[in-house]
């Protein structure tokens, strides 16, 4: 959002967005077209996210079966961040967002604590001053919200939204991917990409409990370890909490990557 | 009112069996079924019907742990909603026996929402219906939001020890499945799993009657086991 608020002028500034945004766009449709991990791929289009649109934080909020909104991914897994996604249950840009199907844009949150009374306070505690939210929309439903959070006031520009929107396409087509979406099959699907994130969670308490870690370093190590042996984050973390008996060999290997120096 | 709120109304306030008994009478009443059940499929010693709206559902029920197949068995194996539109249907063959005997007693449709508690597939909502044919989309997000609040009253019977939850008489299955799908609940769920050598669903339980014992939040709770201020006791 900032240089592009220069408008006219701004076409030094404004091709080098256009690449790094179909740059993304391609080696994201790239992942979708191969076996790839829910979580994870929504994970990284929320870091994709952060870096186009000059944003601090970005995550992907799903309606569960009670049309209550839940997170799926982040940019950041700090506790105070998911407090603001969690928050979202009740009240905030992305319920506003999910509830009416249009984008939701405030330059300056804290013109905005009496339509958010309990939100406000926790999005300036966490540093944020502006929020957004673009709708996830497949088969005439509202799936849920993409949650923008800036650090600086401004609102999203025209361009600005139009990237969210993109990014919110790829991220329904990831959740959706096996059948053409209709509004039978729609809801199990949410369910289940809902479910997955449950069982990584639950996989980043266990390693917190067994390598002493702290849930973010937990998450980062899951997903290191998932791709380099090319496997699914989910299985990964299903497998670490469901099936005691593999257990000690995949912790020992986790522990074994934590401690090697990065590369 | 929308059929999900509907269905919260229905099992707000009750616990255990008779929240699941409560929820399958509200499907045959909101949804176009004739016959819902609950059914546990966990831990072999804990498998069969638990809720139903009636005789006839529960007949319908459990002839699958007779027969070992059945709609129940095969969501929760297979870890998806089974939707069979029409068991007469002479290219439907996934249940010989189970099929033909739901058939003797009318019945042509039927449909298997998993249940899932703590990330594990622990149960499933079968409907039933007399007529052939899909469910309606509408039906259908009103049996999935079924299906996930089934997850409270499996939860209880999950847990033994189920005097305080029982007594409560504010109980309220939409903030309780909010507060267990946070990510600190889940989170402090991984910890417990491995410090108590049990299952997911099982650590979930025990979360959750600390909780109920110690009067506070299962938030507060897991914030507690993850910051390691907290140490629950094995069995």
Known sequence: ?263 | MAIHEQLLAAVDGRRGVEAADRLCEACVVLLDVDAAAISLVFDGASSGTLGSSGAPARMYDELQFTLGEGPCLESVARRIPILVVDLADPREARWPAYGPAMLAYQIRGVYALPVVVAGEYIGALDLFRAQPGELPGEDLAGAVAAAELAGVPLLDILDGDLEAAVTDPNSNAWVELNTLSRAEVSQATGMLIAQLEVEPAEALVRLRAHAYATGRSATDVARDILDRRLKLEAD
């Open chain 1, 1 to 263: 959002m900032r240089a592009r608020k220069s408008g006219k002028e701004g076409n030094v500034t404004v091709t080098p967005r256009e690449t790094r945004v179909l740059d993304a766009v391609v080696s994201l449709v790239d992942s979708l077209l191969d076996d790839f991990d829910v979580v994870d791929l929504l994970t990284v289009l929320t870091e994709r996210c952060a870096e186009l649109l000059d944003i601090e934080a970005a995550g992907f909020l799903l309606a569960d079966p009670l049309q209550q909104l839940r997170l799926l991914a982040a940019t950041s897994e700090q506790a105070r961040e998911l407090e603001l996604y969690q928050l979202q249950a009740d009240e905030g840009p992305c319920v506003d967002c999910y509830v009416t199907g249009q984008p939701v844009s405030v330059a300056d949150v804290r013109e905005a604590k009496e339509r958010w009374p309990r939100f406000v306070p926790a999005a300036v505690g966490a540093g944020f001053v502006s929020v957004h939210a673009v709708p996830m929309r497949a088969a005439g439903i509202v799936l849920g919200a993409l949650g923008l959070f800036g650090t600086r006031s401004g609102e999203l520009t025209e361009a600005d939204l139009l990237v969210g929107q993109t990014l919110t396409h790829i991220a329904c087509v990831a959740i959706l991917q096996e059948h053409p979406p209709t509004p039978a099959t729609v809801m199990p699907q949410l369910r289940s990409a809902l479910t997955n994130r449950v069982i990584v969670e639950q996989a980043k308490g266990l390693l917190r409990e067994m390598l002493d870690l702290s849930v973010e370093e937990a998450f980062h190590l899951l997903r290191t370890y998932a791709r380099a042996n090319d496997e699914h984050l989910t299985d990964v973390a299903r497998r670490l909490v469901t099936d005691r008996y593999s257990r000690p060999m995949l912790v020992g290997e986790l522990a074994e990557l934590a401690a090697a120096p990065p590369r």
